[in-house]
């Protein structure tokens, strides 16, 4: 594609870097990425999207904007109170990048909507706080064919891995590695337990970093790791993690064929 005058400025530091180039650049322009919850996590993910010149970001979240928030989702700020968190963000992306299409869906994800927004786009980023989310974006990233570049974090902890079991071996998906919830009230939300404001920019910085990479084909992939990040102990460790035979999803027999509600579903997703 040709670039503008502009767009080769904005975008020299990328265009030097032989990895990525213009073709790279080109590329990102013309990619989509769904990021789901405009919180924490996707607070510094969608920046750094649209920074980077992601042509169309989705954007999934129900909620609205909170002074509670602000502590650490920085896409947002005192003038946003009360507002959609999505149209808050969108506004946000929209001032820093205008070459970017941003696309908001207020909506809460569930089976009957989930799988057309994850067809809609490229790569999907989950920035979601809560387990059926996840889970349910793993099945749909998994039907659809759509990589997952999954993320959390809670009190002065993070992790980060990317899925894509639909390419066979040797890449695992989220349930190989989380095979089911954990109880309700075992696990404690940010609201319950807390969350250090800046770990939410270093473990959303890091999924923006991924979703760069799986769009650019570049670097060594996340699937098959887990990465964990201990902020007190300034400290990363990865975790190698291997496609689960017994997997309801991806295994050699599985029992979850679709979504909940869908013909030739088996057991409900979480």
């Not at 999207?49 to 928030?69: E, F, H, K, P, Q």
């Not at 005192?78 to 968190?85: E, I, N, T």
């Not at 099945?139 to 064919?145: P, Q, S, V």
């Amino acid at each position: 594609m040709d670039f503008t005058d502009s767009q080769i400025e904005r975008y020299s530091r990328h265009i030097i870097l032989k990895e990525v180039g213009g073709e790279g650049q080109a590329r990102l322009l013309t990619s989509s990425v769904l990021v789901v919850g405009a919180g924490g996590l996707g607070a510094p993910l969608l920046l750094y999207l649209a920074a980077a010149g992601v042509g169309r970001i989705g954007i999934v979240d129900d909620d609205t904007v909170d002074l509670s928030n602000l502590q650490r989702q920085v896409v947002h700020d005192m003038d946003a109170l009360g507002q959609a968190k999505v149209d808050s963000a969108a506004a946000r992306l929209r001032a820093i990048n205008p070459d970017v299409v941003v696309e908001t869906h207020r909506v809460r994800l569930v089976p009957g909507n989930v799988r057309d927004l994850v067809r809609a786009y490229d790569i999907v980023a989950d920035g979601s706080d809560n387990f059926a989310t996840r889970f349910l974006l793993n099945d749909a990233c998994y039907f659809e064919r759509r990589p997952l570049v999954s993320a959390a974090m809670l009190r002065f902890d993070g992790q980060i891995s990317t899925f894509k079991a639909h390419e066979g071996a040797p890449h695992p998906c989220y349930r190989c590695v989380f095979p089911e919830p954990p109880p309700p009230g075992l696990v404690p939300s940010c609201s319950e337990a807390g969350v250090l404001g800046a770990l939410a920019g270093t473990v959303g910085s890091l999924q923006a970093l991924e979703v760069l990479k799986e769009l650019l084909g570049i670097g060594d992939s996340l699937s098959g790791r887990l990465m964990l990040y201990d902020s007190l102990g300034a400290s990363f460790r990865t975790v190698r993690v291997k496609p689960d035979p017994d997997c309801p999803l991806c295994g050699s027999h599985p029992t979850i064929t679709a979504l909940p509600g869908e013909k030739g579903s088996g057991e409900e997703t979480a």
